[in-house]
């Protein structure tokens, strides 16, 4: 045993008597987690969230959050003695005249865009793989919240440098603010201390980005954890695996040294990312007045379909009773995210209420095996990417030569009608590929080799699945879902059921939802299947060990081959090998 | 072709040729303009005139008339002056290849005595804004950071804070100021072409344009102290790299880390 | 790794635990850590790597994951070099990238590099050295037994018994109430967000939003340079960027920039027979038109002037309207039109507003009716 080895199982001892942590450490570093890249992807987010801190906290050395003007007088000769706030020029000296401050500020930035991009993509899969089902709907809450909370960060953070693109982007949340009926006009005077853009917005923003965000982040990410920990991750079918058990390896020493080593490896990709493309050139766009704009002013990529909603969203404004409603800015503003997210939060439920499920889902569902859901999923992502070609319809149209008039009116006809057609075509694609893992789970593979038997007929070879492939197909048995039967009226001992209305309703829901999708043959068919199967390849064998003892025939795609100077026909030949197969 | 366009965007050739156009048609004379006798210069200019008529009557007559009246497929060119027309003719934008949103820059079919030619011809037919001198074209004195504020104010609502160009109504756009030359973007200001509002000298004057003109060039020298650009185009360039180049290289990486050793 | 796994009960005075002495010592000495606590599961399929059947693969992994980590270490040495040496403006030109920021470049490269490495390093190490059979184990159900689920239940009554908070009908409704009002005084304290200057509320939002430093007679001047404006000045398609004359006393006064966010306004001029519309009677002076610059839809600034179209394009959302037609929208999500500033010339010749703006300029809110 090293020196270090005692000293570390000393402050173990010392620790353990104080807190008792050896218990947990002991059942802990025992641990298993199942192990697929897919898994990964919110550790991602969890460490570009690191290295938002870090570089955060760097910044925090540097930046002054004060709207108070200055002529600026650091390096960069371009604005040399142009007015702007303190909060700008700190940024630039950040960029200019802190050795690294650049490197940093972009590290800061790189990780915070990837942060929701990581998040999203980890959402894609926690969707699509059906793993925020029972027990994890909490959990599922709290990523919709996590991913709230840092679209909060990221615009937050955009707009503390107060450089002209920045700035737009308050002006474009102050406008949104006072379009919110009856409180709008009030609420945003008192978040801007008055009318825009005041003195105070950057230093408040501060406080909120730097303390209130990230805390509250962290509090959730860690709650996040701790019930991935308490639950147990949840796993892909395979062989050996079911819903109550965990597949994979031990925390110590194998995730230690990979989940570890990811961590190094996302803070080194992050870092190598900010020393080689800029991000977010302030300077270049300028001190921020209200009086100035730059052509293509876009928000950072995931407010960007929240601003494409706004600029494709018709005129409509009423005013009733003296009072103005912008539903121009409101709907697409307000109302649209509020029911993205409260329907992406309440998901679970809802599905859940129209499954009638009340099990635990350890296992995880192949997205080919949910086709609603998957084809729900694909809805929103092409509803979204809509939306997002939107907030950037100018530099689409500059770069591919296009009208942006023409790029709003497809988007206004192409939001209501390309995703549901997005739907369709993704369940039908589920539901042939359900298909397909049906035909292969009664009849095998399709070896592709024809073979002709003696009496003339032609059959192709298929072979038995391999455990593993079985293993995953076989998992359909348990995503399938029946679709709920239709309610009674009254019960069979005549009792009327006071919730007709909303079984007729939850029954409609569980048709939609259940009604195409593919039975997977029960697991005695495909035990039948697979040995019929087993059958056939044996049928085929003794013309392989033929194929090799003198290679008169060779199985081919389509066919026999017939080797050159061969003049028997396969009936002969097989006829000569004693008349059977 | 990469040549010529090179020499061409040169302010101080540019310059030159259209001396040596004058000088070679019209006499010494031309070059001390306000000190020559009027009689001389109207000769000298004379010759010129005839053969940016001869080349207007070719190439431009179709669409802006006979007698430069305009049509209803081109806008009238009388007063338009000479800066107009050099801008449009040797950054290849006119003659128009065909109808559309906007004339597009592409290879110029004339030399730049035949553009001195048809720039004296029009401004014969109405006083308009001249091309600018040498004198005017020089910046070098100017104060760069005053030209980015003018910038921000007059030109980054159109063509984007970086000079990248932005998009305008109906398929129209801004065009990048990237490879724009000092004549270029001080005849555009001057005299608004296509959708362009006019800059004139009496609301921006020419020390304001020569400030801007610093500073276009110092966007399209500068280095570019963070890495790679992406255009300076800001959010969609980067949300781009994003999604297609980070996220890509972190699943591979996941995806790695995932595979069993061989 | 003994110090962690297993406790020597010779070394500790104190059981820990609060193990009451006489405690069996076959419990303190009992391996915290019980072998793998996971079987390796029969059905999974398994096949051994290079570097567990050969000595010299796993030789060369080693050697592999140690050059990973020396790497590492010599990029950071790399990062102080170009921290030092290198001064901020030295450019670099670097094939694909342009022309770039070397320090930037250097500290990027060298810092991410290091980074990386030991990530990489370490996940070598795990995937070629470490056991890489999988394990299994057991979930166990995560919602209480009948008999914790009772448990709780009777400690809640008990709680309930013992508070009385059944039975005081008058304490329950008075704490009820106490808590409904706590957060009003905190939703108040809000109040001051937007404070009262000199222990005054000033104007309302609504006149606010509603006034801008236009007024009667006020000189135009240029944005930027700060000139004042004669009609002569602004050609026939020209396009200039204005605000009042007192623009930068206001804003000297009021130490903040809202006074330009509302008073900023464009002057164009066309043929005065293009001009289709206009919000008043003569609010042009000859062709020369002058609009509010802040769009009505969220508040953008917009001068993308078209002038032969005579479109005003915002560059945010892309709302359009129509200079010559009053301001009217023609395209896009805003809802308003632009406002007008009628205009005219004082004694002196210099473009002046003729009268404020008669409608508030920028965003809808809600008062403004």
């Not at chain 1, 990837?114 to 899969?125: E, P, Y």
């Not at chain 2, 000079?163 to 100021?177: E, F, R, V």
């Not at chain 3, 102080?80 to 670099?92: D, K, L, M, Q």
């Not at chain 3, 007008?340 to 920028?362: D, M, R, S, T, W």
Request: net charge negative; hydrophobic share 45%.
């Amino acid at each position: 045993m090293s020196t270090t080895e005692k000293v570390g199982g000393k402050v173990a001892t010392y620790v353990d008597d104080r807190v008792g942590s050896n218990r947990f450490l002991g059942r802990s570093l025992k641990k298993v987690f199942p192990d697929h890249w897919s898994f990964m992807l919110g550790e991602i987010a969890l460490y570009s969230f690191i290295v938002v801190l870090l570089s955060g906290v760097f910044l925090t050395l540097f930046y002054k959050p004060s709207m108070v003007e200055v002529v600026y007088d650091g390096s960069y000769v371009p604005l040399k003695g142009v007015m702007m706030s303190e909060a700008y020029a700190s940024t630039l000296d950040i960029s200019f005249d802190v050795r690294g401050g650049l490197l940093i500020r972009q590290m800061h930035h790189w990780a915070a865009l990837l942060f929701i991009a990581a998040m999203a993509v980890h959402m894609f899969r926690v969707f699509f793989t059906g793993a925020f089902r029972k027990p994890r709907e909490f959990n599922w809450i709290i990523g919709i919240a996590l991913i709230t909370l840092g679209l909060g960060a990221g615009f937050s953070g955009y707009s503390l440098p107060d450089d002209l693109l920045s700035g737009t982007g308050l002006q474009i949340a102050r406008g949104i603010v006072q379009a919110i009926p009856i409180v709008g006009t009030w609420g945003a005077f008192l978040l801007f201390d008055g009318e825009f853009p005041g003195t105070e917005f950057i230093s408040r923003l501060y406080g909120v980005h730097i303390l209130l965000i990230p805390g509250l982040i962290l509090a959730l990410i860690t709650v996040h954890l701790m019930m991935v920990w308490t639950q147990k991750h949840t796993q892909f079918p395979g062989p050996g695996r079911t819903n109550d058990n965990v597949v994979g390896y031990p925390l110590m020493p194998i995730y230690m040294a990979k989940a570890g080593g990811f961590f190094f490896v996302v803070f080194g990709v992050i870092t190598l990312i900010s020393g080689l493309v800029t991000i977010n050139p302030i300077w270049i766009f300028g001190p921020y007045t209200p009086d100035q704009v730059s052509a293509g002013s876009q928000p950072d990529w995931y407010i960007g379909w929240l601003d494409g909603a706004l600029r494709i969203f018709p005129n409509i404004e009423t005013v009733l009773f003296g009072y103005t409603i912008s539903w121009n800015i409101f709907i697409p503003a307000v109302i649209l995210p509020g029911i993205v997210f409260t329907v992406a939060a309440f998901y679970p439920f809802i599905e859940a209420w129209a499954t009638g499920d009340k099990r635990d889902h350890n296992l995880l569902d192949r997205p080919r095996n949910a086709p609603t859901r998957t084809a729900l999923g694909v809805m929103a992502i092409t509803f979204y990417f809509l939306l997002f070609i939107g907030g950037g319809n100018d530099v689409i149209a500059i770069t591919f030569d296009l009208s942006i008039n023409s790029i709003i009116w497809f988007l206004r006809i192409g939001v209501i009608v390309i995703p549901p057609i997005a739907f369709l075509v993704t369940r039908r694609i589920c539901i042939g590929l359900q298909r397909k893992d049906r035909e292969k789970l009664l009849h095998g593979y399709e070896s592709g080799r024809i073979l002709r038997l003696p009496h003339g007929e032609y059959i192709e070879v298929h072979e038995p699945l391999p455990s593993k492939e079985r293993a995953v197909l076989e998992s359909a048995i348990e995503s399938y879902r029946a679709p709920l039967p239709a309610p009674q009226k009254v019960d069979a001992n005549g009792v009327r059921n006071k919730r007709y209305r909303l079984d007729v309703l939850r029954a409609k829901l569980s048709h939609w939802y259940y009604a195409d999708d593919i039975k997977p043959p029960t697991r005695e068919e495909i035990e039948a299947g697979q040995a019929h199967v087993a059958h056939d390849a044996a049928l085929e064998a003794p013309l392989h060990e033929y194929d090799e003892a003198s290679t008169v025939m060779v199985p081919f795609h389509g066919g026999i081959l017939h080797t050159e100077g061969e003049p028997m026909s396969n009936k002969q030949q097989l006829e000569e090998r004693g008349g059977n197969l | 072709m990469k040549a010529l366009a090179a020499r061409r965007r040169n302010p101080i050739v540019a310059t030159l040729l259209l001396f040596v156009a004058l000088l070679g048609v019209g006499g010494v004379y031309a070059v001390a303009t306000s000190a020559a006798p009027a009689e001389a210069v109207a000769t000298a200019d004379q010759t010129a005139i005839d053969e940016g008529k001869r080349l207007y009557l070719e190439g431009c007559s179709s669409c802006h008339g006979l007698n430069a009246q305009g049509t209803a497929t081109g806008p009238t060119l009388i007063g338009v002056g000479a800066a107009s027309v050099h801008f449009q003719v040797s950054t290849g934008r006119m003659p128009m290849a065909a109808p559309g949103a906007q004339a597009p820059v592409k290879p110029v079919d004339y030399s730049e005595a035949d553009v001195a030619a048809m720039a004296a011809y029009i401004a014969s037919l109405a006083p308009g804004p001249a091309i600018p001198t040498a004198e005017q074209l020089d910046y070098t004195d100017a104060d760069i950071a005053e030209g980015g504020v003018l910038f921000r104010i007059n030109c980054a609502q159109c063509h984007q804070a970086a000079g990248g160009g932005g998009a305008l109504t109906q398929g129209k756009h801004a065009p990048s100021l990237m490879s724009s030359s000092a004549q270029e973007i001080y005849e555009a200001m001057l005299t608004g072409p296509q959708n362009m509002p006019v800059f004139a000298d009496t609301t921006l004057p020419v020390e304001d344009k020569q400030a801007i003109i610093a500073y276009i060039k110092d966007l399209q020298e500068a280095e570019s102290p963070g890495g790679i650009a992406l255009g300076r185009i800001g959010p969609v360039a980067e949300g781009l790299f994003l999604w297609a180049g980070v996220i890509a290289v972190f699943i591979g990486i996941a995806v790695w880390i995932g595979i069993k050793a061989r | 790794m003994s110090e962690i796994t297993t406790r020597d009960s010779g070394s500790l005075p104190d059981h820990g635990h609060g193990a009451p002495e006489g405690t069996n010592p076959d419990d303190l000495a009992r391996p915290l850590y019980e072998g793998p606590g996971a079987l390796p599961a029969a059905d999974i399929p398994h096949r051994p790597r290079r570097s567990d059947i050969d000595p010299k693969a796993a030789r060369r992994a080693e050697r592999q994951v140690a050059a990973l980590f020396v790497l590492a270490m010599l990029m950071f040495i790399l990062f102080v070099v170009g921290y030092i040496a290198i001064s901020p403006f030295t450019e670099v030109y670097v094939p694909v990238f342009g022309l770039i920021g070397a320090q930037n470049f250097v500290l990027g490269l060298t810092l991410g590099l290091g980074i990386f490495c030991i990530g990489a390093g370490a996940i070598q190490w795990a995937k070629k050295l470490m056991p890489d059979v999988e394990v299994v184990q057991e979930r166990h159900p995560l919602r209480s037994t009948p008999h914790e689920d009772a448990e709780a239940l009777d400690q809640y009554e008990r709680g309930k018994e013992e508070s009385g908070f059944g039975q005081y009908r008058i304490i329950r409704r008075t704490l009820i109430g106490a808590m409904a009002l706590l957060p009003i005084p905190l939703i108040v304290l809000l109040r001051d967000l937007w404070s009262p200057k000199d222990g005054s509320f000033g104007p309302s939002p609504v006149e606010l939003l509603s006034t801008t430093a236009w007024v009667e007679g006020m000189p135009v001047v240029t944005d930027g340079t700060y000139v004042k404006l004669r009609p002569e000045d602004i050609p026939v398609g020209g396009l200039v960027s204005a605000l009042p004359e007192n623009i930068m006393e206001i804003q000297e006064a009021e130490h903040n920039l809202n006074a330009r966010g509302k008073a900023a306004i464009i002057l164009v001029r066309m043929e005065p027979d293009e001009i289709r519309a206009q919000q008043g009677d003569g609010w042009d002076y000859q062709g020369i038109l002058a609009y509010s610059k802040i769009c009505t839809h969220v508040g953008c600034p917009i001068a993308l002037y078209e002038h032969r179209t005579h479109h005003l394009l915002c560059p945010c959302h892309q709302s359009t309207f129509d200079l010559a037609d009053a301001g009217n929208v023609v395209f896009g999500p805003a809802a308003r039109r632009m406002p007008q500033l009628p205009i005219g010339v004082n004694e002196e010749g210099f473009l002046v507003a003729k009268a404020p703006f008669a409608e508030p300029v920028g965003p809808s809110f809600w008062e403004r009716g």
